[in-house]
C-alpha cells in the first residue's frame, strides 16, 4: 500500500490494448522526455516531471539545444530546438511565465531582419545536422519555424513584443501561399488556429483547404499509399476543433483514422514521417510519433485503451 501522501498508482492499460502495446514501445526506446511525456498524457503523470525532463535541454540564452529536435544535433540554441520545447509546455499547460519570457527573449535575439525565425542559425555549424537543413550565414526567414511558435504563444495569450512583428510575417506569407508543400501547410495551420484574429484565420484557411485538395497535398483515399509519400487528413486536422478538419467530409476523416490506427506496428510503435539521415535520429522520433497518433485518436473518440 502507498505511503499517506504519495502519488497515485498509474493506471494500467488494457493488454494488449493499442496504449498498452505504445506504453512497452516507449519504455524500451524512448527518452526520458517522451518517457514522462507519454506518463503525463496517458497514465495521470504530472507537468513538473515533464518540465524536469526539458530543463536538460535548455541553454543559458533562454533557448533550446542539445538535439531536442533530432535532426540538430549538438548543444546549441536553435530556433527549432526551442519550438519543440514550446510544444511541450504548451502539452503540459505551463506555456507561460518567466520561462516563456526568456524564450522571447532568445527569440529575439534570432530573429531575421523582418522579425521572423530562421530554422537554423549559423551556430549549428560545426555539428550533425539533417541533410535537408542547411546552415548559411545569412538564413532566410521560415514560416516552418515561425509560424508555430507564433500559434502556441498565441494559444496562450503570451504578449511580448516579438510577437508583433512576426504575426505580421505569418499572415503575409500563409495569405500569398499559391504553392506549398505539406510541412508548410501543418506550420501554417499551427498558425491559424490560435490567431487572434478569428475571421481572418476562417477566410485563410477556407483558401488554405481549396489548394490542399486543388493541389493534390493530401492522399484522401489511404489504401496503396504510404505514409512516407504522402500526407492524409488526420495529418492536417489533428484535432477536431481545429480549422482543417472541414477540409474533410466524414468520410475521408473516417477513412484517415482507421489508416493511422493500423499504422501502429508489431513493436507497439507508430513510424515516423521524418525524413531518416541517422539511424538515431529515426529512433528518437517514432516515440513523438507514437504519442501524437494516440493523442489524434483518442481526440477523435477513437478508443485506445
Not at 106 to 128: I, M, W
Not at 250 to 273: C, K, T, Y
Request: hydrophobic share 35%.
Amino acid at each position: 500500500m502507498p505511503e499517506t501522501g504519495a502519488s497515485p498508482l498509474p493506471q494500467t492499460p488494457p493488454a494488449h490494448s493499442p496504449l498498452f502495446r505504445a506504453e512497452h514501445f516507449v519504455w524500451l526506446t524512448a527518452r526520458v522526455l517522451e518517457q514522462r511525456l507519454f506518463a503525463y498524457h496517458f497514465l495521470n503523470g504530472g507537468p513538473d516531471p515533464v518540465e524536469t525532463a526539458l530543463d536538460a535541454y535548455r541553454n543559458a540564452d533562454g533557448g533550446y539545444g542539445h538535439a531536442l529536435e533530432p535532426d540538430l544535433r549538438g548543444p546549441v540554441s536553435q530556433p527549432l530546438h526551442t519550438a519543440h520545447a514550446l510544444r511541450v509546455l504548451d502539452a503540459v499547460g505551463r506555456c507561460g511565465g518567466q520561462r516563456v519570457e526568456r524564450v522571447c527573449r532568445y527569440l529575439t535575439s534570432v530573429s531575421t531582419p523582418d522579425g521572423a525565425l530562421p530554422a537554423v542559425t549559423p551556430a549549428q555549424r560545426g555539428y550533425p545536422t539533417a541533410p535537408f537543413l542547411p546552415v548559411v550565414d545569412t538564413p532566410p526567414s521560415e514560416l516552418l519555424t515561425t509560424g508555430p511558435v507564433v500559434g502556441l504563444l498565441h494559444r496562450n495569450e503570451v504578449w511580448h513584443a516579438w510577437l508583433f512583428r512576426a504575426t505580421d510575417f505569418c499572415w503575409q506569407v500563409v495569405e500569398s501561399l499559391q504553392v506549398s508543400h505539406p510541412d508548410e501547410i501543418q506550420a501554417a495551420l499551427t498558425f491559424l488556429d490560435s490567431a487572434p484574429d478569428r475571421s481572418r484565420a476562417q477566410a485563410t484557411a477556407d483558401r488554405l483547404g481549396r489548394l490542399v485538395r486543388d493541389r493534390r497535398l493530401v492522399a484522401l483515399d489511404p489504401s496503396g499509399h504510404t505514409p512516407d509519400e504522402h500526407h492524409f487528413p488526420h495529418d492536417y486536422a489533428k484535432t477536431p476543433a481545429s480549422l482543417a478538419r472541414a477540409w474533410f467530409t466524414d468520410d475521408e476523416m473516417s477513412r484517415a483514422l482507421d489508416f493511422l490506427a493500423a499504422e501502429q506496428q508489431e513493436d507497439g510503435g507508430w513510424p515516423s514521417r521524418r525524413r531518416q539521415w541517422a539511424p538515431t535520429t529515426a529512433l528518437e522520433a517514432r516515440p513523438t510519433a507514437t504519442i501524437e497518433a494516440l493523442q489524434t485518436l483518442r481526440a477523435y473518440g477513437r478508443e485506445v485503451g
